[in-house]
């Protein structure tokens, strides 16, 4: 099979062994972190519990495994994108910061918007420059333009909240002990380059040719930020996802609808011959073929009883008008490229939602990774796993 850049099956039949690895690595991950940042972890409930005010209604105190994740999210992007950061001037940042949220309302100017936001992400976020990952000197002046950075870029909305979170937690300590804080995190993120090669690179293994053979394709695009992401952002998001799992599990069980929202690329047949109704902003497939991914999830979800949605893309979800997904008492097993998962879990639990995730074994959906579209597909074991609760 044709892999894009990463692929849960590698040469077998299912990815059963990925999920089984994961969650191995996984425990490793939440031993490593939880000795070295212990004492960050701490203090960081501390700042926390002193201005509650300041966590969004729906929220709580977060678990202490979705603090590491929140740790290890601070210096992976560190790592991959604070040199780029360094070189963004103030005035281009908020141009772009703006221009991104322009593109969230933009109904029909959509094209032109993203067009303009294109040529600009190309010329102003330097990502030609992501092979170098010249990371900048661990500074909390040095994060304010990180934060810049990642805001311009519109992809990082949910990380950007809570990285300012940690920005005004390292504001509020002395300045030495912030910059040792940084360096303990940068610490972290090291071990977890080399050991998530190790353990998980076998399932990323065109990533890397991706993005020099073929990402330069979409320059001056408005996914050349999205598309260029780098090999340890996928590891990142495998392992965030069983975090999340893990950490909204109960809560999700204890939901009494759960609905299963489905990408558009799992379809075997294009938008115009699928036979998916319309419903609200998303879709309800009538199991039209026997050999579509999404008729199979349909008719598993009638099984347990757990309805099934297929969205056209991670931002129609997020659509505060779509009263499907944002019913009362919902919990939401959300599908999706592993690029998309972290974010994606974030913005449900916002919104007072649970999730647990699914993976698409790999990529391929037409708007981003493939010309004529590969239709994707999930791991069913898994995806009973969660529905059932075992
Ligand atoms: S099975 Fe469902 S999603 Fe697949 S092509 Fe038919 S109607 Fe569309």
């Given at each position: 099979m044709y892999v894009i850049t990463y692929s849960l099956r590698k040469d077998e039949p299912n990815s059963e062994n990925f999920y089984n690895t994961v969650a191995v690595f996984t425990d490793e991950v939440l031993i490593e972190a939880g000795g070295l940042l212990a004492d960050i972890t701490e203090d960081y409930y501390a700042f926390l519990a002193e201005g509650?005010?300041?966590?969004?209604?729906?929220?709580e105190l977060p678990a202490k495994e979705e603090v590491i994740l929140e740790l290890l999210m601070l210096g992976i992007l560190w790592r991959v994108y604070s040199g780029d950061a360094m070189k963004l001037g103030e005035a281009s940042g908020r141009m772009l910061t703006s221009l991104s949220e322009i593109r969230q309302d933009a109904g029909r100017f959509k094209p032109g918007v993203d067009f303009l936001k294109g040529i600009m992400s190309t010329l102003?976020?330097?990502?030609?420059?992501?092979?170098?990952?010249?990371a900048a000197d661990p500074d909390t002046n040095h994060f304010n333009m990180l934060l810049l950075w990642l805001e311009a870029t519109g992809e990082f909305k949910q990380e950007v909240k809570r990285l300012r979170k940690w920005q005004k937690f390292l504001e509020s300590i002395p300045h030495a002990k912030a910059v040792d804080t940084l360096e303990s995190i940068f610490a972290l993120t090291l071990w977890f380059e080399v050991r998530t090669n190790e353990v998980l690179g076998t399932f990323t293994p065109n990533v890397d040719r991706y993005l020099n053979e073929i990402r330069p394709e979409r320059y001056w695009h408005e996914d050349v930020i999205f598309c260029g992401r780098r090999r340890l952002e996928y590891h990142l998001n495998m392992v965030g996802a069983e975090i999340m799992n893990r950490t909204y599990r109960k809560a999700f069980l204890n939901k009494k609808r759960k609905i299963i929202l489905l990408p558009a690329?799992?379809?075997?047949?294009?938008a115009g011959k699928c036979r998916a109704k319309a419903v609200g902003g998303a879709y309800q497939c009538s199991?039209?073929?026997?050999?579509c991914s999404v008729g199979r999830v349909t008719k598993l979800g009638k099984k347990y009883g757990v309805e099934v949605i297929i969205v056209p893309h991670e931002s129609s979800i997020s659509n505060s008008g779509n009263d499907l997904i944002f019913e009362e008492d919902t919990g939401v097993i959300g599908v999706a490229c592993v690029l998309n998962l972290i974010s994606g879990g974030w913005m449900l639990k916002e919104r007072g939602i649970p999730a647990q995730c699914v993976l698409l074994d790999y990529c391929g959906c037409k708007?981003?990774?493939h010309d004529e579209g590969l239709p994707t597909d999930i791991n069913l074991n898994q995806l009973i796993r969660i529905m059932s609760g075992k």
């Open positions: 509650k005010e300041e966590l969004p209604a729906k929220e102003f976020l330097s990502p030609d420059l992501y092979d170098n990952m010249l690329c799992m379809r075997i047949l294009p199991e039209c073929s026997v050999e708007n981003h990774w």
